[in-house]
């Protein structure tokens, strides 16, 4: 068992510098679309419209306004348009660290090539919905402070249900902890795969 370890740890010394390399080059297009995806799917439930996106080093910038006009009693128009902000690596610091382990687990055991695959795709694939997730939970929790701008926000805003502390506390669960455990946590499932086999 002790030399098994000791070869999965090898193994995963090994493939961890071509995980950091080859993420290095795919991990902007990838933190790019879970952010907007999850960002958009938050401001179409607050009737916002995304009008721009820009990338600023680590930030992603979200300019939107109110997708249905606001209008006051005596028909004045209270249209608002304002930039928000998402640190688009909130979530995804950890993907090399899980990827090299998940793939020191699926070539360190002897297992038939299907399973590996299997094994290997289902990983990566809980990998995405928690990121993805994580990333909706941070939209929603970030556009939520906004309505305190002003009367006409709020009231434009509130019309949905506002991200309260309950849910922003799961949200900084997720991104404080589970982010930071997400290895550990790919790498049971993928270690509890093997040895169901």
């Given amino acids: ?17 071509p995980t950091i390399l080859g993420w290095s080059y795919i991990k902007n297009y990838y933190n790019f679309f879970i952010s907007n995806t999850a960002f958009g799917i938050a401001a179409r439930y607050y009737d916002l419209a995304v009008q721009k996106t820009d990338i600023k080093g680590k930030e992603i910038i979200f300019s939107i306004k109110n997708a249905t006009p606001i209008k006051d009693i005596n028909g004045k128009s209270h249209d608002f348009a304002m930039d928000i902000s998402l640190d688009m690596e909130a ?22 090539l299907k399973k590996r695959w299997e094994i290997f795709y289902t ?10 997730f994580s990333m909706l939970l941070f939209s929603f929790c970030t556009i939520a402070p906004v309505a305190n701008i002003n009367p006409y926000v709020h009231f434009y805003l509130a019309r949905h ?3 309260g502390e309950i849910l922003c506390a799961i949200k900084d669960f997720f991104i ?4 930071r455990f ?3 946590l790919i ?10 086999r």
């Fill in 176 to 179: 404080n902890y589970v982010a």
């Fill in 187 to 196: 790498g049971v499932y993928g270690w509890w795969e093997v040895q169901r």
């Fill in 123 to 132: 990983g990566m694939l809980l990998l995405f919905m928690l990121h993805f």
């Fill in 161 to 163: 249900y506002l991200a």
């Fill in 91 to 112: 979530v995804t610091f950890n993907v090399p660290l899980t990827l090299s382990l998940l793939l020191a687990i699926v070539l360190g055991f002897k297992m038939p």
């Fill in 1 to 17: 068992m002790k030399s098994h370890l000791l070869k999965l740890f090898v193994l995963f010394l090994l493939l961890l510098f």
């Fill in 182 to 184: 997400e290895p550990f």
